[in-house]
């Protein structure tokens, strides 16, 4: 171990990604300074997360990483300690979520790690590190979800219902908590009847079995939901778009099922219903900042705490398998330092 002219200790950990035998392969692994990209600022990073793409990369369940070796995460916190530009300074507090992390860009999984200026966002007022990294991409996700059918005008507090699936989730957990707050009717889908009291809690008051809507059914259906935030793709998204009501919309963020949708037109030339793509990773700085000024003004911090886990940079390897297979509940923030 060594010092270097900034006082900074090298070599540090890292979860690393590599080839082995022509596969990804992720393992802690020791990296020095002059291993990291070269950009603009040096973030020593104390929180990251755990989100359904990491578990893929980490696992090697998903092939997320584009060119290897990659330092896996996709999120994180911590603090400035070096930097190149003028609005960045050494001691400001940091968030990065998205922008390519674990996939183009080396990533959180790091107890330091040089990222280019455009990638962070100040740590939003009110949050701690550990709170910001226990929303994370998840939660700032589901704030965009929300958003999305609030300002389209599909979902109005107390009138018609809202469906989340992939309830027990990242995004799904802190989106109930959300609409909840905000006073909308929140049905819950998932395959754990044993987490029905924690979603309860949460703010759902009423639940679908995840069975009910993984298999193909008809293009038109019984209509039900006003809005829904769909995390599972594939036959689920196509069955809740074929259930909601004339004029609703649905807010698609990820394909945790599939990335197929085997639906019809119909639900939109008939119904009117609007699928809304929401995309986190590459959101421009405006709609982050509004996304986490929303999660300020509207998430329980009591809920938060109640969904959230908190666990060592140790136990990454065995989670990412948990949240592959779908063992996982709420949200994990990984204590990096």
């Known amino acids: 171990m060594t010092t270097t002219q900034a006082g900074l200790i090298e070599p540090f950990n890292a979860l690393v990604i590599r080839d082995v035998e022509g596969k990804p392969k992720a393992g802690f692994d020791k990296l020095t300074f002059a291993d990291l990209p070269d950009n603009d600022v040096l973030v020593e990073i104390s929180h990251s997360s755990l989100n359904y793409k990491d578990?893929?990369?980490?696992?090697?369940k998903g092939r997320i990483a584009r060119r290897l070796p990659m330092v896996a995460g996709i999120d994180?916190?911590?603090?400035?300690?070096?930097?190149k530009v003028s609005e960045w300074q050494a001691g400001d507090k940091v968030v990065v979520n998205g922008w390519g992390l674990s996939e183009t860009e080396w990533g959180g999984y790091s107890q330091f790690q040089s990222l280019k200026s455009k990638y962070l966002t100040r740590l939003p007022q009110g949050f701690t590190p550990a709170e910001a990294m226990a929303i994370g991409t998840a939660g700032y996700t589901a704030a965009l979800c929300v958003l999305a059918l609030e300002e389209w005008g599909a979902i109005t507090p107390g009138k018609g219902e809202v469906l989340v699936t992939g309830a027990a989730g990242g995004v799904g957990t802190v989106a109930i908590s959300l609409l909840a707050k905000r006073g909308y009717k929140v049905v819950a889908a998932t395959g754990r009847e044993s987490q029905h009291d924690f979603l309860r809690d949460l703010g759902a008051t009423d639940f679908v079995a995840r069975a009910a809507l993984a298999e193909a059914g008809k293009p038109l259906q019984a209509e039900r939901w006003s809005g829904a935030i769909d995390s599972v793709g594939s036959n689920t998204l196509a069955n809740v778009l074929a259930q909601t009501t004339y004029g609703g919309a649905v807010a698609a963020c990820g394909l945790a099922g599939g990335a197929d949708l085997p639906g019809t037109v119909l639900p939109h030339i008939l119904r009117g219903v609007a699928l809304l793509?929401?995309?986190?990773?590459?959101?421009?700085?405006?709609?982050?900042?509004?996304?986490?000024?929303?999660l300020a003004e509207n998430l329980d911090r009591t809920k938060l705490a109640a969904l959230t886990t908190t666990v060592s940079f140790a136990d990454l390897p065995d989670l990412a398998q948990a949240i592959c297979k779908g063992e996982t509940r709420g949200r994990y923030v990984i204590e990096i330092t």
Request: aromatic share 6%; no cysteine.
């Open 55 to 60: 578990g893929l990369a980490v696992s090697g």
């Open 76 to 83: 994180l916190a911590g603090t400035v300690v070096r930097s």
């Open 277 to 294: 793509g929401v995309d986190s990773v590459m959101a421009p700085q405006k709609k982050r900042d509004r996304a986490w000024a929303y």
